[in-house]
């Protein structure tokens, strides 16, 4: 198939999402059971249409201030009063077009604060598998872009788009009442072939101007990733290979350029023509007329007027359209983001669960024959069953890939599970909201991500409105007061970006303490210690004793050093259960678990032995 069919067969599709797109934008700015929105929508609607009328009379205006001026006995004051007409009505035109503006800012703005809004509280709404698959730069740049793309349809469609065809209508319709019908064919025909050629124009140009800004990027990349390595470039003596790669994306980034400028002087050129050929066969027109006694000296000026005040809002047509087709296609990436569903839903009716220990005692966890799999076909648990009861801790250690953390996931219900279930309560957790139930779980992952915000303010997320009293006492119980009351701007200093202006022990502590502010009745513990050094593991422990004490627990571990007072220990392997039982008495069984703590024994003993 060529090329031109294949463009083709997409116009369709092309169209078609376009016209969806603008469809879903619908309800955003003509919302139901909102009548002061709509009424204002109205008002724009009117001022618009009042705006038009008043800057087509004034060219008619100044053709009888014209007329007026001819030599004459009977002319009088006319001249003068139609004078103050003609600037009177170019000032109303003004008004009505800035009055409109006014009304209509704050319903645009409006708009993209809404969709802005609903679009990030639905990226919160979905499942963690849609954002482990997309990257999450992608997602808010398609966000801010599909608001942007919403303000800019709103204002170029509106304020340029729309006019302009309601002025070009109401000109033809006005030079047919006042001159005859060859003029309106003339104007409407040259109006047809601007807008005609300026659309397949740009279209075709778009494709240039985006392979430019493609070689650009190549040419901006190259440049930036030869200096990032430049200690590379230097060890090998590739310092003219570089050169000759950069020189190649900016030659071709030149002729690509070259392109784009020859064909932005084509179709300004083309414009120019259409409008130049329509102009000739309307004054000849005219003139001939005049010189016939059927039209006026005003007259032969008015019909040029009209079509020079056609050319100029048409002239910006190409870039208007280019914004366009820009924006619909922002703003469809928006609304497809908008039409994801998340995996884990809530069912109708679901059931409320108490959340703090002090609303209620701690909680039985229950999982009954567990199978799961991230992908269909792989399955990462089979038949997983275990019960933690009320109070108890239980650890789950195993090798890399065994299945730890996914048990974390499926609890804190990030995934449902495929087959089995898994209950708090004596109740399956797909019976209770979300929301409730990750209320009653208090987690301290292995890797803390802390927000760019103040110590005082990630503590505090644990429970928002949480007094500062309340915000010290879990410091104090994390083991981190006394350090943040020795820095000089204490609960108000700032971690910095995923908190790296903090070590990692400082970071566990604080997410032990908006742990402890939080107060779950469910703790769970994924691997929080397992990237610390041996001294500041003992010092965390400590802390999360603390955390633990009361509440059901679930530790997962990869360090077996920091589970042997655990009530139970689950030893996994490949997604099953191989071992359980308490350390002593796993440790007698000779076993997997026996196996990894000698292991371990022999690396922490020749990780002590001094190095020469």
Known sequence: MTASRATDRRAPDTETSAIKTLHALLPY????????????????????VLAKVATICVPYLYSRV???????????????????????????????GELRDALFAPLRFRISRVAAIRSFEHMHQLSLRFHLNRQSGSVTRAIARGTEAIETLLRVGVFNVVPTLIEALMVIIVIWRL?????????????????????????????????MNEINSEASWKALDSLLNYETVKYFGNEA???????????RYEKAAIRTQLSLNGLNFGQAAIIAVALIAVMLMAARDV??????????????????????????????????????????????????????????????????????????????????GYRPGREILHDVSFHVRAGSRVAIVGPTGAGKSTISRLLFRFYDVDAGSIEVDGHDIRDYAQSALRAAIGVVPQDTILFNDTIGYNIAYGCLGAT??????????????????????????????????????????????RTILKNPRILLLDEATSALDTRTEHEIQSALRTVAADRTTII???????????????????????ERGDHRTLLERGGLYAGMWAAQAEENAKAQVPQD
Not at 187 to 197: E, I, K, P, S, T
């Open 179 to 211: 001159f005859d019908w060859r003029y309106a064919i003339i104007m409407l025909v040259a109006v047809a072939a601007y807008v005609g050629f300026t659309v397949s124009f740009t279209s075709w140009r778009i494709g240039l101007r985006r392979r």
């Open 468 to 513: 500062q009293a309340q915000v010290e006492q879990a410091a104090r119980l994390a083991r981190i007061h006394d350090f943040i009351a020795s820095l000089p701007d204490g609960y108000a200093t700032r971690v910095g970006e995923r908190g790296l202006k903090l070590s990692g022990g400082e970071k566990q502590r604080v997410a032990i303490a």
């Open 241 to 251: 290979h570089e050169r000759d790669r950069y020189e190649d994306a900016q030659d």
């Open 556 to 578: 997962i571990a990869h360090r077996l050093s920091t589970v042997i007072d655990a009530d139970e220990i689950l030893v996994m392997e490949k997604g099953v259960i191989r």
């Open 66 to 96: 014209i007329d007026a001026l001819h030599p004459g006995p009977s002319a009088g004051m006319l001249p003068l009063l139609l004078v103050v007409a003609y600037g009177g009505l170019r000032m109303l035109a003004a008004g009505l």
């Open 29 to 48: 700015l003509w919302p139901p059971h909102n009548p002061a929105v709509r009424l204002r929508v109205v008002g724009v609607c009117v001022l618009l």
């Open 291 to 372: 010189e016939a006694g059927r039209l006026s000296v005003g007259h032969f000026v008015l019909v040029n007027t009209y079509l020079m005040q056609l050319y100029l809002p048409l002239n910006f047509l190409g870039s208007v359209y280019s914004s366009l087709r820009n924006s619909l296609v922002d703003l469809e990436h928006m609304f497809a983001l908008l039409d994801e569903r998340s995996d884990v839903v809530d069912r109708q009716g679901a059931r409320t669960l108490p959340a703090r220990l002090d609303e209620a005692p701690a909680a039985d966890v229950r999982f009954r024959h567990v199978r799961f």
